[in-house]
């Protein structure tokens, strides 16, 4: 048998590897934070707040009327897994109505943030109304559901 060594499809194989695994999500990391800071220039937020993780999720939840304190449902251990996803659709609708969408938007920029998140931040026709949800009482409470 042959002995194996790394030749030059072998190099090449590992270059793209790297650029599949470092570079592809770089891009599409600051792809979607600048769309989501366009998205926030249109409530009245800097853009630079798309970029910065906890941040721009706080920026969100004040954006669509809701308590701060449902960030730490993002920081919750095994119930996390099942909490998250049920908030991320939530604010998704949240935030379509915040813009002047229907629930059907929402749900779509759940599953496909990828597609309607740039949508939302680059048409014209798309504007910020104000928070889908009122505050409950002084303390600016809210309740869990939509």
């Known amino acids: 048998m042959d002995d194996f060594t790394m030749g030059e499809t072998t190099g090449l194989g590992m270059l793209m ?14 792809f979607i934070g600048f769309c989501l800071g366009k998205v926030f220039e249109k409530a009245g937020k800097p853009l630079w707040a798309g970029f910065i993780p906890v941040y721009n999720l706080i920026l969100l939840l004040e954006i669509v009327g809701r308590p701060i304190w449902w960030a730490a449902f993002y920081l919750i251990p095994i119930l996390g897994w099942i ?58 409470g809210g309740s869990m559901g939509a």
Request: with cysteine.
């Open 17 to 30: 590897a790297m650029v599949v695994v470092f570079f592809i999500p770089i891009v599409a990391y600051l």
């Open 83 to 140: 909490f998250v996803p049920i908030i991320t659709v939530i604010l998704c609708i949240d935030l379509a109505k915040s813009f002047g969408k229907d629930t059907l938007w929402g749900v779509l920029t759940a599953f496909f943030g990828i597609v309607m998140i740039p949508i939302m931040a680059f048409s014209k026709d798309i504007q910020y109304v104000g928070p889908s949800v009122a505050p409950q009482g002084a303390a600016g």
